[in-house]
């Protein structure tokens, strides 16, 4: 197992990264699905959503950067992989119980199994690369510690959000403590295309999100404008996104890749919220729920202006001059955030459309910003 170069050319993303991804649809679908449900309810019980979210996602970083400085391809390598998909699986059974009883036995178990293969991983990078030793044994045993902290945690009923929390923040201690004096060498545009796969996968969710409801019942003339307003607001959301490429800003400024990377939490939860919150304004038109109309909105408008909102920031930690202008993207923010007050007069349809025109106008003006700023060149994102 020896580094790949982080300067490697036309450096893609293998087959087995994407089947290993295909796993992560089946984690993510389970967590959005309980969302969904729990917001239909009127329970808003976003704690244990982001607590199943972030050990989906943390799996997935690690692997991903991991895979970008050391992917052999080779026999050990495939089925460490394999072992960590099996983890994945686990955890997506064990998000229902999760949900509605909070019993983390499952999910703890499918994280622990996925970060078991990834130490083996790091341990044989770290016997068979003196050089790089020090690096991979440091992350091998931070990884080990934790998953000892998760089970004590399991196994005392300490199952709490502050015990979570204290765990969460020490996972993400452990690549900066364990990388601080030597790098891995992951690729820049090799790590961009992997987030972008990722960024595709959670609009996906959401794509099947509103399949799955309309599927369930009665087509309708409300049903249909939610589901055009929803493809139109996620393509919307996928072009801003794709605006502007990270491979070349991660390439010019590594030593931001840790904000850049953590800050994906949010943009990503906000999308896998965002497919739950597609599903409740499906069927607030098509049946009556135990929630206003309002309430409805918002769960359609809450997750699509953090979306906007957070988009700024994270291109902003590579970029001093995002194309998504921070202007744009407050005015884009505050016109989603009202949307859902016209829900009581307008109907809950109407505010997926406000939402995704918001959306819409918000790309519009980014494109005419961008060819003001370059006239007389062509933009392959425009």
Known sequence: ????????????????????????????????????????????????????????????????????????????YRLLTMLQMGGVLVLAAGVPAAAAEADFRLVTLGYVIMRSGQVVQWVRAGVENPEERRTAFRNAAGISLLQVGWLVRLATGETTMLTFVCLAALELTVPWWAQRRRDTGWHPHHIAERYSLFTIILLGESVLAVSNAVRATEVSTGLVVVGVGGLVLLFSLWWLYFL???????????????????????LFAALAALGAGLEVAVEQTSHHLPISPTSAGYAVAAPAALFVGLLWGVTRTLLARPTLRLSASVVAVVLIALAPLLAPYAGGPLVVVLVAVVCVLAVAVTLVQEAASSPGTTSPHS
Do not use: K
């Not at 089947?19 to 389970?30: E, H, Q, R, S």
């Not at 502007?244 to 953590?262: C, F, I, K, M, T």
């Open 1 to 76: 197992m020896r580094p790949r170069r982080p300067d490697e050319q036309h450096r893609v993303a293998s087959p087995l990264e994407l089947l290993f991804n295909l796993t992560f649809v089946v984690a993510v679908a389970a967590a959005a699905a309980e969302l969904a449900h729990s917001l239909a309810e009127g329970h808003q019980e976003l704690a244990g959503f982001l607590q199943v979210f972030f050990t989906i996602w943390w799996a997935w970083m690690n692997f991903t950067w991991f895979a970008s400085a050391y992917d052999t391809d080779d026999v050990p």
């Open 244 to 266: 502007q490429p990270a491979g070349h800003g991660l390439e010019r400024r590594r030593d931001r890749s840790y904000v850049w990377g953590y800050c994906h939490f949010g």
